[in-house]
């Protein structure tokens, strides 16, 4: 058994049958990437994963619980954290405040949007936010409002926002789309550094190969809908399905 896990997964809207009978499995403390052409049904998997769809059938269980109707709040604090194409940050606050928002809401249970208050733990709480930083490789950015940072650095941000929860399970959404080439080794360095000193678990959705093969454990790859193949790395790469779902060659 997976930490999360998919069993038997429909999700129709009218006539089009976005979702048939997917089956997925993602392994505690892996990294597991959801591949599949434009249209094969990655992004309505996603939703059903964070609970935002109710397939018409079928459950979506994380650590031995439904997550099918939860609201935001609530899955965050299941342990699951998400990071969506377009970075989601607070671009009229600096960097450093970004960052304290999360600490502060861990702490206190639920996102205050106002000016965090000054209280006895203030100064506990900007430490974390530094250290967090410094970790990111942002602290020269800590007075920076955010909405001038790159694209890049605003992924960086967004994604040492989520660590700050503690997440067990880290959802990320094509996390280098629209980046620069040099801002997507540098993404790919910073979740090979997570993965490697956190216990946590990943799930990629992604259309950049390079970003998966540089990452992933194992692969589950869509089409219309339904998986064709779940397996490691070097066994996906040249699969006869894969080429054929990809590139219209017959398997």
Not at 204 to 220: C, G, K, P, Y
């Amino acid at each position: 058994m997976g930490i999360l896990e998919v069993k038997n997964v429909n999700k129709r809207f009218g006539g089009l049958q976005a979702l048939g009978d997917v089956n997925l499995s993602v392994e505690e403390n892996s990294v597991h990437a959801i591949i599949g052409p434009n249209g094969a049904g990655k992004s309505t998997l996603l939703n059903c994963l964070i609970g935002k769809l109710i397939p018409d059938t079928g459950s979506v269980m994380f650590d031995g619980q439904s997550v099918l109707g939860r609201k935001p709040y609530e899955i965050n604090q299941m342990g699951i954290s998400r990071v969506f194409q377009t970075p989601e940050i607070f671009g009229d606050l600096t960097v450093l405040e970004n960052m304290m928002i999360p600490i502060f809401a861990t702490r206190d249970g639920a996102f205050r949007m106002h000016a965090i208050e000054k209280t006895e733990n203030e100064k506990d709480i900007i430490g974390q936010a530094e250290q967090m930083l410094e970790n990111l490789n942002l602290a020269e950015q800590r007075h920076t409002k955010a909405a001038s940072m790159s694209r890049g650095n605003k992924r960086r941000l967004e994604i040492g926002m989520c660590l700050a929860q503690n997440p067990r399970l880290l959802l990320l959404d094509e996390p280098t789309a629209g980046m620069a080439r040099a801002d997507t080794n540098n993404t790919i360095d910073l979740l090979k550094q997570i993965s490697d000193e956190r216990d946590i678990t990943i799930a990629i959705i992604e259309h950049d190969m390079h970003v998966v093969f540089s990452l992933a454990e194992r692969i589950t790859v869509l089409a219309q809908g339904t998986p064709l193949v779940e397996d490691t790395p070097d066994k996906i790469k040249g699969h006869p399905k894969v080429r054929e779902a990809y590139l219209g060659e017959s398997a």
